[in-house]
């Protein structure tokens, strides 16, 4: 049998997710809060009221015009809805890439970008990051001129560093090749910035993001917000049905009552402020910036296998990013979660690193 499996695909890791029962999970940039409790009644009595005997819509005609309402979609551009953005990420692959094709992306970034194009034989080029993870625009630029890729992902900001590329490179690698120019937006949420307003400029720049950064991670719900000329094509390797009756009238729903959703962004983000503060307070932590709901530290005077351990021993899940790329070895990255998680997340560092 796997003689038959391409030499590529058995090669390759799937992606990486790590069994916990512990209490405080800080690994996938979830955010500690869901649907407010005051919600939890009307939106079981919609549930209660769906025919789940039957397919959903699959254009999901409602569900896209409440995404343009709450985040200011001109009509000129068409959305795909995907199963998480991670499906978006394959669908463009799956049109653009492929075996002959070129994938570019800054590294080290989302590691779906390089697994979707390894498993659709495409040739993934990753351009090294530099110290502080800047990169740089005339290696980028070299990168681009001669490699020509059929697809660019930008995560922005990038994960597992957690900054942002400068805007005007993406405008230029957009100008610079006939493929698609993907601004992967994430954590949207949290950084506010977004490359929407570009894409007037170039009709190869498209914007994915996703809901599951706000409190929606179980929903599964990406959106990529492209020019028609794209979209008809993205369109049809979309699988019919991809999102089902339930995911759509859940996100609906949230999207209707969207404030309320986003309530938790602002104590995320200023919990972001407060654990950064106090991991830098760690001798053996050096902390990077961030413009999302997660924070990156290089691991100094121990092993960040050890630290990542010692926590997962005392009820705390965090991510190891060793293995990902040579520059982030002795690195792990934190999801922010809600104060008490945060707290337990720091007094657990404390033994971990004082013993
Ligand atoms: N893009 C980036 C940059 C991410 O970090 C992630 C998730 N970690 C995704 C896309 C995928 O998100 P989802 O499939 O949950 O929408």
Redesign the pocket.
């Known amino acids: 049998m796997t003689d038959l499996v391409h030499q590529q695909i058995r090669e390759l890791r799937a992606y990486q997710t790590v069994p916990f029962t512990g209490s405080v999970k800080l690994d996938?940039?979830e955010s500690p809060y869901g649907i407010p409790e005051s919600l939890n009644s009307k939106l079981q009595k919609l549930l209660g009221s769906i025919d789940v005997n039957r397919y959903p819509d699959p254009e999901a005609a409602g569900l896209k015009q409440k995404l343009r309402d709450v985040f200011q979609i001109s009509d000129s551009y068409l959305i795909t809805l995907?199963?998480?953005?991670?499906?978006?990420?394959q669908i463009i692959q799956l049109l653009v890439g492929g075996y002959g094709r070129t994938i570019l992306a800054p590294q080290p970034?989302?590691s779906?970008y390089e697994i979707i194009a390894r498993y659709t034989r495409a040739q993934y080029i990753g351009v090294d990051l530099d110290v502080g993870f800047e990169l740089s625009e005339s290696k980028w630029l070299e990168a681009v001129e001669k490699q020509q890729p059929a697809c660019v992902f930008f995560?922005y900001?990038?994960?597992?560093t957690g900054n942002f590329f400068d805007p005007a490179l993406i405008e230029k690698t957009a100008e610079m090749i006939d493929g698609v120019v993907i601004s992967?937006?994430?954590?949207f949420a949290y950084s506010g910035r977004s490359l929407l307003s570009a894409m007037a400029r170039h009709e190869n720049l498209a914007v994915?993001?996703?809901?599951?950064?706000s409190g929606l991670?179980g929903l599964?719900?990406?959106y990529m917000i492209s020019h028609p000329v794209w979209s008809v094509e993205f369109e049809k390797l979309r699988m019919p049905y991809n999102v089902g009756v339930l995911n759509q009238a859940c996100a609906t729903f949230a999207l209707d009552h969207w404030d309320e959703i986003c309530s938790g962004i602002d104590s995320v983000l200023s919990e972001r402020e407060r654990l950064s503060v106090a991991l830098s307070s760690f001798k053996d932590l050096q902390v990077y910036p961030s413009e999302?709901n997660f924070i990156t530290v290089q691991v100094t005077g121990t092993t960040a296998m050890q630290v990542f351990d010692g926590l997962k021993d005392r009820g705390v899940l965090i991510r190891k990013l060793a293995g990902m790329h040579p520059m982030l070895e002795n690195h792990l990255r934190i999801s922010v979660g809600a104060p008490q998680e945060n707290d337990a997340l720091l007094s657990a560092l404390s033994e971990v690193l004082s013993g």
């Open positions: 996938a940039m995907g199963n998480g953005s991670d499906e978006l990420l970034s989302f779906m995560a900001p990038n994960n597992p992967d937006e994430a954590y994915v993001r996703t809901l599951s950064k991670a599964r719900l990406g999302t």
